[in-house]
Nanobody, 125 residues
């Protein structure tokens, strides 16, 4: 497993932007897939985006496609960023990154074995 730490959350106005970071430590010599999930107050954990361990394949939830961009600082995904543009109030949530050495890109939370503590994103209307 790896240890994950998120940063970059905060308060932003409707239509604003934020960039989240997810930094991994520990067994980072193994390539792994990194995903972002979010949980709104009283809601379920929701898939946002993922960067597959092949170093190039990315995937987005329909609700964020075209507004969010996931990138990686290196081929092992030791630092993964989520650039969030055109934020909406419904994007208010705790955003967590998760990682696992998956053989395919999945959007199901239970497939991920390492999780960060999360960072709060609040979008005001």
């Amino acid at each position: 497993q790896v240890q994950l730490v998120e940063s970059g959350g905060g308060l932003v106005q409707f239509g604003g932007s934020l960039r989240l970071s997810c930094a991994a430590s520990g067994r980072t010599f193994i390539p792994f897939t990194v995903a972002w999930f979010r949980r709104a107050p009283g809601g379920e954990r929701e898939f946002v985006s993922a960067f597959y361990r092949d170093g190039r394949t990315v995937y987005y939830a329909n609700s964020v496609r075209g507004r969010f961009t996931i990138t990686s600082a290196d081929t092992k995904n030791t630092v993964v960023y989520l650039q969030m543009n055109a934020l909406k109030p419904e994007g208010t949530a705790v955003y967590c990154c998760a990682a696992a050495p998956l053989n395919r890109l999945v959007v199901v939370p239970r497939s991920y074995t390492s999780w960060g503590q999360g960072t709060q994103v609040t979008v005001s209307s």
